[in-house]
């Protein structure tokens, strides 16, 4: 069947619309039309093809993925060498290079191209007569591999050249790479899928492209960066490197953004300062940055030197993964009593820094990672981020080498460790005993809404940590005048008020002390209904996880909490120690109290009242008997209303409740006259 002439015109002119939104999309990064658009261009050229199967071409945009499975890649023979770079690590040898380049050019000042230090691997194309002829990876730099089909699936490379004045052979160079993000999602669907993943995106990238099947690499997000030129024939090349790359960006072949002509070495560590400081924000992996001298002129004067360019350089980064050997692991207790694995390394430069130790942060990440003494692992400093293990070198275990676990004793002080469910990290259970935990169980324990001990803040808790002076809470009640007054910042009137304040904390509402405790999971609420419930501390110690359970609000996983925090001996003893100083935790009434004269009633709380905090407030009336809730409704009996009301008190004017100002508040609770 003979094909219309319409047909075929459309069909051109599809492919080439297809061509030039390609091009807008991945070179320029700047698509023109929706992707539902581009996709319906595509779809209606895969139908025509279809009909009219004698229409289908090699480049045309349909045919990326037109080969089958190869048994093995053929070999090419690059008829210009692909050379590799002479490295510099330090900006001392990148201004020896520049000192070089300007002896052997008798110049006292060149222009060099930089450019991003692409973290993949090197491929060169041949157009012939526009069209994508061959794609051919480095090899030995003389003879590479054909992945022909493979590059035709990448789609930023193009099929054909756009424009004209393109020379009928043009053999581009260039890095094909894996952005990061698509490095992120292609490892997430390998683990999915159990499939091992990659160690990063270079080898990810090289994996892909030397898969024997395209239509694997075409499922692969690859994409390609021109930085170079190879045998050209039938063009007057530009003078200047630069110019040449602009001639290719120009023919639809890509090109980084990030290219720059820069004056002299100033120029160039200029750069590399710069784009080292964006590394972590580019979507894709740099080693470092590549200085060029950017006259072709100058560049032949020059020549090579062994298999690298006398006129070109690369400037290395910090390498951001580098290997080391575990010496230990050993465990940390932080001050909330978590516990955290960390190896401790043979020191290891990477990054920019020296890396000693990195955490393992808990028990399942180094499960999973299955670190062990004396294995080599792989570590990763990226920007600022803090330093991790990638993974272990599986063939260089050591015999022997065993798994870790988790300690069943806090390493620091012996009490019991227990995961409690639903958790990640393992903790001491000796709240109140673990000098790991002693300073922060010492400032939640005197806290406003604890003890309440004004004045034992946090550099006199570390004060009377170092001094020895304090050991546990229960030594706070034993401390004297003179020791008190001795400390920095302190002083006779400090002392006497704390000692004040210490003797009066020693009146305590259960529910309050219980709170200060610090026992994980028992916040205010909890402490309070803990407290209506047992009535009395003893009650609430012997308290069996059964017993805990039935309170009201008190699930499994607090019930354990408690349970664990009172059978360690360690906290019992300085409970008991706390007693003995004359701390007397006051009895709560358990059940509602009743016959109060707020009893039953429900207040809500806005603005700021002149004479009292509003926890104050919200305490003076709990105490005689009144609820006291978040947010207005129906049930709300009074709304107390200070100083710049929210929204509740519109909302309890609203619904009509009555609004009570300070005034009335006061005389309410009882406290006139203020
Ligand atoms: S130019 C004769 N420019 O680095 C010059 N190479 O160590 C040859 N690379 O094999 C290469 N980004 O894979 C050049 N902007 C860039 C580059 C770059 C990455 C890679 C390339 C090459 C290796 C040389």
Not at 80 to 91: E, H, R
Not at 217 to 223: G, V
Not at 563 to 568: K, S
């Amino acid at each position: 069947m003979a094909v219309p002439k319409k047909v075929r015109e459309e069909v051109g002119r599809l492919r080439r619309e297809i061509d030039y939104h390609n091009y807008r999309y991945y070179v320029l990064d700047n698509p023109e039309i929706p992707d539902a658009e581009f996709d319906r261009l595509m779809r209606r050229l895969e139908t025509l093809e279809a009909r009219y199967p004698e229409l289908v071409t090699p480049d045309s945009p349909t045919q990326r993925v037109g080969a089958g499975p190869v048994e093995a890649f053929g070999e090419v023979e690059h008829r210009v060498p692909m050379l590799s770079l002479a490295n510099a690590f330090s900006d001392e040898e990148a201004r020896e290079f520049d000192r070089r380049v300007r002896e052997g050019l008798g110049v006292d000042r060149v222009t060099y191209t930089a450019e991003p230090k692409l973290d993949g691997l090197a491929i060169t194309l041949i157009y012939r007569e526009g069209r994508l002829e061959r794609g051919a990876t480095r090899g030995d730099g003389y003879r590479g591999e054909d992945v022909t089909s493979n590059v035709r699936t990448i789609p930023s490379i193009p099929l054909r050249l756009l424009g004209e004045g393109w020379p009928p052979l043009l053999e581009v160079r260039g890095e094909v790479y894996m952005p990061k993000e698509g490095f992120r999602r292609l490892n997430e669907e390998q683990r999915a899928r159990g499939e091992k993943s990659f160690a990063n995106p270079r080898n990810a990238a090289a994996g892909s492209l030397r898969q024997l099947d395209p239509r694997v690499t075409a499922r692969r997000p690859l994409a390609m960066y021109c930085y170079g030129i190879g045998e050209v024939e039938g063009w007057d090349l530009p003078p200047t490197h630069y110019e040449t790359l602009q001639a290719l960006k120009g023919w639809g072949l890509r090109v980084s953004a990030e290219i720059r002509r820069v004056e002299g070495i100033e120029g160039c560590l200029a750069y590399h300062r710069e784009i080292l400081e964006r590394r972590d924000d580019l979507p894709y992996e740099i080693d470092g940055v590549v200085y060029k001298v950017d006259r072709y002129e100058q560049q032949e004067r020059l020549g090579f030197v062994a298999r690298a360019p006398r006129w070109a350089l690369a400037h290395k980064f910090p390498a951001e993964e580098e290997m080391t050997v575990v010496k230990a692991i050993e465990v940390q207790v932080g001050r909330t009593g978590a516990l955290t694995p960390v190896a401790r390394l043979e020191p290891v430069f990477v990054g920019g820094v020296t890396v000693t130790n990195v955490t393992l942060h808990n028990q399942d990440e180094v499960e999973r990672k299955d670190v062990r003494v004396g294995d080599t692992v792989i570590i990763r400093r990226a920007g600022d981020v803090i330093p991790e293990i990638v993974r272990v070198v599986l063939s260089r275990r050591p015999k022997g080498a065993r798994r870790f676990v988790m300690p069943e004793q806090c390493p620091v002080c012996g009490s019991k460790v227990v995961r409690l469910e639903g958790e990640a990290v393992a903790r001491c259970t000796g709240g109140l005993y673990c000098p790991a935990q002693r300073r922060e169980a010492i400032r939640h324990f005197a806290s406003r809404r604890a003890m309440d001990i004004e004045g034992l803040g946090e550099k006199l808790i570390a004060q009377l940590d170092e001094k020895g002076l304090v050991r546990d809470v229960s030594d706070l009640y034993h401390l004297k005048h003179e020791q008190l007054a001795r400390l920095e910042r302190m002083g006779d009137k400090s002392a006497e008020n704390l000692l004040t304040q210490l003797e009066k904390s020693k009146q305590i509402p259960l529910e309050r002390f219980l709170y200060a405790l610090g026992i994980r999971h028992v916040g205010e609420a909890t402490a309070k209904v803990l407290a209506r419930h047992f009535g009395t501390l003893e009650r609430v110690m012997v308290a069996d996880r059964e017993a805990l359970e039935a309170v009201p609000d008190v699930g499994p996983v607090v019930a354990e909490s408690l349970y664990t925090f009172f059978r360690e001996d360690h906290n019992r003893q300085v409970i008991h120690k706390l007693l003995e100083a004359g701390v007397r935790p006051r009895e709560a009434e358990t059940g509602i109290a009743e016959g109060q004269p707020l009893t039953g009633k429900s207040f809500v709380l806005t603005g700021a009242l002149e004479s009292m905090s509003r926890n104050e407030a919200k305490a003076r009336l709990e105490a005689l008997g009144a609820k006291v809730t978040g947010s207005v409704s129906r049930r709300t009996d009074y709304v107390v209303v200070g100083a710049d009301p929210g929204s509740k008190a519109d909302k309890a004017r609203d619904l009509g409740i009555p609004m009570l100002d300070e005034e009335a508040f006061l005389e309410l609770i009882g406290e006139e006259g203020h």
